[in-house]
T-cell receptor, first 113, second 113 residues
Framework: AQSVTQLGSHVSVSEGALVLLRCNYS??????LFWYVQYPNQGLQLLLK??????LVKGINGFEAEFKKSETSFHLTKPSAHMSDAAEYFC???????????FGTGTSLTVIP | SQTIHQWPATLVQPVGSPLSLECTVE??????LYWYRQAAGRGLQLLFY??????ISSEVPQNLSASRPQDRQFILSSKKLLLSDSGFYLC????????????FGSGTRLTVV
C-alpha cells in the first residue's frame, strides 16, 4: 500500500529564507513522486516530479526536491522564499506510470515579509 | 496541446437541490479521469475515477455519483445536496501508462446553504 506523510500542515518562513517542506512516502515498489502547488481557489499545478531518473529534481519557480530512498523522503526546498511562494503544497506518490496517485494532506506555506 | 475545462467556477446551492458539475478534456483521447474534493482545511479526497466510457470507480461511499457519457467528459452529480457536500471540487486527467502525473482543472467552489 502506498501513502504519503507531509510533516507540518503549516510552515512559515521569512522572505529570503530557506523553504523546506517535508514529504515521506511508503511504497512497496520504486515510486514515482510529485510535488504540486495550489494557489487560493485554483487547481493544482505540477511543480516537479521524480520518475526514477536523477535523484535531485529541479522544478519550476526555483524549487527542487531530492529523492532519498534510504530515508523514504522527497522533501521540497527552495533557497530563498519569495512572497509569491505562499500557497498550499501537496506531495503525491504513484506506484507506476499511469497508476493512481496518493496525495499527502498538504502543507500551507506562509511567507513573512 | 491538451486542456481541461471545469465549470462552473463557483456555485451556491440550497440543501436538497441537485448538482451537476462538468469536466471536459481536449487534445487527448482515452484519458483517465478523476474527481477530487477538498474540504476546508483538509487534503484531497479522491471521489471517483474512470478509465473509460461508462467505467466509474467510487472511492468513498457518499451522496455523490459520477458518469462518463463520452470519452473526454466527466460529470459529478447529486440528487440531493447535503451541507457536508460543500467544498472545492477538482477534476483531473492523466495519460494511461504515462509517468507525467495528473493535470488538474481550475476547480469548482461549491457552497451548500
Amino acid at each position: 500500500a502506498q501513502s504519503v506523510t507531509q510533516l507540518g500542515s503549516h510552515v512559515s518562513v521569512s522572505e529570503g529564507a530557506l523553504v523546506l517542506l517535508r514529504c515521506n512516502y511508503s511504497s512497496s515498489v520504486p515510486p514515482y513522486l510529485f510535488w504540486y502547488v495550489q494557489y487560493p481557489n485554483q487547481g493544482l499545478q505540477l511543480l516537479l516530479k521524480y520518475t526514477s531518473a536523477a535523484t535531485l529534481v529541479k522544478g519550476i519557480n526555483g524549487f527542487e526536491a531530492e529523492f532519498k530512498k534510504s530515508e523514504t523522503s522527497f522533501h521540497l526546498t527552495k533557497p530563498s522564499a519569495h512572497m509569491s511562494d505562499a500557497a498550499e503544497y501537496f506531495c503525491a506518490v504513484s506506484e507506476g506510470a499511469g497508476n493512481q496517485f496518493y496525495f499527502g494532506t498538504g502543507t500551507s506555506l506562509t511567507v513573512i515579509p | 496541446s491538451q486542456t481541461i475545462h471545469q465549470w462552473p467556477a463557483t456555485l451556491v446551492q440550497p440543501v436538497g437541490s441537485p448538482l451537476s458539475l462538468e469536466c471536459t478534456v481536449e487534445g487527448t483521447s482515452n484519458p483517465n479521469l478523476y474527481w477530487y474534493r477538498q474540504a476546508a482545511g483538509r487534503g484531497l479526497q479522491l471521489l471517483f475515477y474512470s478509465v473509460g466510457i461508462g467505467q466509474i470507480s467510487s472511492e468513498v461511499p457518499q451522496n455523490l455519483s459520477a458518469s462518463r457519457p463520452q470519452d473526454r467528459q466527466f460529470i459529478l452529480s447529486s440528487k440531493k445536496l447535503l451541507l457536508s457536500d460543500s467544498g472545492f471540487y477538482l477534476c483531473a486527467w492523466s495519460v494511461k501508462g504515462w509517468s507525467g502525473g495528473y493535470t488538474f482543472g481550475s476547480g469548482t467552489r461549491l457552497t451548500v446553504v
